[in-house]
């Protein structure tokens, strides 16, 4: 609720709360990681986006399932924000691979990606 309503700090104390009571490695960091961005804090954002595909747990799959491809193309754009084009080119590969296959409403947003990964490493090779 916090969240939708734009309450940010708010949000994240719930997100982390909810964390720590979960028991569940990596559930809720997507959406902690979102709420950190909407506060201004896209370090933490940053972190807690690479604790999210980096944390081993059981329940992964069903995390996943929903957040993976945003969290690779998130990771994309917030190292491409801060020049760091080896890691962005990485998450935007990921992004590609994971929905290379995608359905067709959703083949823009791959193309989008793919035009940002040709042109970084077109900057990469000056």
């Known amino acids: 609720m916090a969240f939708a309503e734009g309450r940010a700090q708010d949000a994240i104390s719930g997100y982390r709360a909810s964390y720590e009571e979960d028991g569940c490695a990596v559930c809720g960091l997507f959406d902690l990681a979102r709420a950190y961005e909407r506060a201004g804090e896209r370090d ?57 296959g995608a359905d067709p409403e959703l083949q823009p947003v791959v193309r989008d990606v793919r035009q940002r990964l040709v042109k970084l490493t077109a900057e990469g090779a000056r």
């Open 44 to 100: 933490s954002a940053l972190a807690v986006y690479e604790r999210a595909i980096t944390t081993p747990g059981l329940f992964r799959l069903f995390e996943e399932a929903a957040t993976l491809a945003a969290t690779y193309k998130r990771l994309g754009e917030l190292y491409e924000e801060r020049g760091d084009v080896v890691k962005a080119r990485d998450y935007y590969g990921r992004f590609v691979d994971l929905w290379q």
